[in-house]
């Protein structure tokens, strides 16, 4: 149900109802924001605590329907082709990001040559079509070059033949890579509005495991005034290139004092979940405040550390009685829950703790995802 709200308060449609769209939702409530998902179906995390419309993200007329009840749209995801964008875009459709911004996030090809026009550290990267790599020596990383998250669509190819084996298998055109033997893996959030002010949050170490990410601390322990800055800066040249409207998060690897780009995400992003509780602005009111073209907001911590872990499906699926628990043992402890169906390797959740023990709250919070999941049960 699309709901009328008081007048000068502007209507905003997100295209996608998942968890993002549901965090959104909160921060859009808190600034009068009228704000609709676009859903696939009723069940959708979004659709279950807030307005909804069903439709097809894919669908051209599906979205310029839903685009005639508000006076902007955005994005949950980078789903959307890119056809379908310009069309929309062709139609009158006030949305963003724009869909010559989107390419570098649903093509990684485009990203690839993007960051070496833009000088920023690339991994080296040749394409895989038709001729085999000449200067890329194995062990390498090949990806699909548009489609993949999650670590899907990403493989590590230690010889030819398994990289003939794997073109053979997708028959596709393939990212390659060389690997990079980096120390951790860090993303930075950034924000940019249509008038080109620009915020940045202190760059959050990431940790993954098997392409998905289980945890984040921020900041990143013991970086370098220096490479913060260095981050932060490298995101925001990204940005502007891109002609940025929102949220961004720039996945990268570390290693020492040097870092490589590795992906782009045009939306607010797992590893800026923190920023719920670990920052003065979080990155969902953010990410409205930009679209709609308001003074971003300060993304100053509110704690020395913040840590996020990710609440990974398993065979438990009563999410709710484990509160007992954890809340009695750690009071500060945040939770969130997404409302979806509990399965195998699925984000269904998070808990967010801050403070100014960094181990002990690395300690607590693997101890609450555990305890959630059904890992540990004391």
């Given at each position: 149900?699309?709901?009328?709200?008081?007048?000068?308060?502007?209507?905003?449609?997100?295209?996608?109802?998942?968890?993002?769209?549901?965090?959104?939702?909160?921060?859009?409530?808190?600034?009068?924001?009228?704000?609709?998902?676009?859903?696939?179906?009723?069940?959708?995390?979004?659709?279950?605590?807030g307005p909804y419309l069903l439709g097809d993200y894919k669908e051209l007329e599906?979205?310029?329907?839903?685009?005639?009840?508000?006076?902007?749209?955005?994005?949950?995801?980078?789903?959307?082709?890119?056809?379908?964008?310009?069309?929309?875009?062709?139609?009158?459709?006030?949305?963003?990001?724009?869909?010559?911004?989107?390419?570098?996030?649903?093509?990684?090809?485009?990203?690839?040559?993007?960051?070496?026009?833009?000088?920023?550290?690339?991994?080296?990267?040749?394409?895989?079509?038709?001729?085999?790599?000449?200067?890329?020596?194995?062990?390498?990383?090949?990806?699909?070059?548009?489609?993949?998250?999650?670590?899907?669509?990403?493989?590590?190819?230690?010889?030819?033949?398994?990289?003939?084996?794997?073109?053979?298998?997708?028959?596709?055109?393939?990212?390659?890579?060389?690997?990079?033997?980096?120390?951790?893996?860090?993303?930075?959030?950034?924000?940019?509005?249509?008038?080109?002010?620009?915020?940045?949050?202190?760059?959050?170490?990431?940790?993954?495991?098997?392409?998905?990410?289980?945890?984040?601390?921020?900041?990143?322990?013991?970086?370098s005034s220096e490479l913060s800055q260095d981050l932060q800066l490298a995101a925001?040249?990204?940005?502007?290139?891109?002609?940025?409207?929102?949220?961004?998060?720039?996945?990268?690897?570390?290693?020492?004092?040097?870092?490589?780009?590795?992906?782009?995400?045009?939306?607010?992003?797992?590893?800026?979940?923190?920023?719920?509780?670990?920052?003065?602005?979080?990155?969902?009111?953010?990410?409205?405040?930009?679209?709609?073209?308001?003074?971003?907001?300060?993304?100053?911590?509110?704690?020395?550390?913040?840590?996020?872990?990710?609440?990974?499906?398993?065979?438990?699926?009563?999410?709710?009685?484990?509160?007992?628990?954890?809340?009695?043992?750690?009071?500060?402890?945040?939770?969130?829950?997404?409302?979806?169906?509990?399965?195998p390797g699925r984000k269904v959740g998070h808990v967010t703790l801050t403070g100014?023990?960094?181990?002990?709250?690395?300690?607590?919070?693997?101890?609450?995802?555990?305890?959630?999941?059904?890992?540990?049960?004391?």
């Open positions: 149900m699309v709901q009328n709200f008081p007048n000068g308060f502007p209507s905003v449609g997100v295209i996608g109802a998942g968890q993002l769209a549901r965090m959104m939702m909160v921060s859009a409530n808190d600034l009068g924001i009228n704000l609709v998902a676009l859903a696939q179906n009723e069940n959708d995390s979004a659709a279950l605590i599906d979205i310029k329907n839903f685009a005639k009840k508000f006076d902007l749209l955005t994005f949950e995801h980078e789903l959307t082709p890119i056809p379908t964008l310009k069309s929309l875009e062709k139609s009158g459709v006030h949305f963003y990001p724009h869909p010559d911004s989107f390419k570098y996030s649903q093509d990684k090809i485009e990203m690839r040559n993007l960051m070496q026009k833009l000088s920023l550290p690339n991994p080296k990267y040749e394409i895989f079509d038709f001729q085999l790599p000449s200067n890329l020596p194995y062990p390498l990383i090949a990806k699909l070059p548009t489609g993949g998250y999650d670590g899907r669509g990403v493989w590590k190819i230690d010889q030819e033949s398994e990289l003939l084996a794997l073109k053979s298998k997708t028959n596709a055109k393939l990212l390659l890579e060389e690997l990079i033997d980096f120390e951790y893996e860090a993303s930075v959030m950034v924000a940019r509005s249509p008038h080109n002010q620009v915020a940045t949050w202190p760059p959050t170490k990431t940790i993954q495991k098997e392409g998905i990410c289980v945890m984040t601390i921020t900041p990143i322990p013991n970086i925001i040249e990204i940005a502007k290139a891109i002609d940025l409207v929102g949220v961004m998060a720039v996945e990268l690897f570390v290693k020492g004092n040097t870092f490589y780009i590795n992906e782009l995400a045009l939306r607010p992003h797992n590893s800026g979940h923190w920023s719920i509780e670990g920052s003065v602005t979080s990155q969902f009111e953010q990410h409205l405040r930009a679209i709609l073209d308001l003074p971003l907001g300060d993304t100053s911590l509110t704690a020395p550390h913040t840590v996020m872990g990710n609440i990974l499906g398993a065979e438990k699926t009563d999410l709710y009685r484990p509160y007992l628990h954890l809340m009695a043992r750690n009071p500060k402890m945040k939770f969130h829950q997404y409302g979806k169906e509990v399965k100014d023990n960094l181990m002990q709250m690395i300690l607590e919070v693997e101890h609450a995802v555990d305890y959630m999941n059904g890992k540990i049960d004391e």
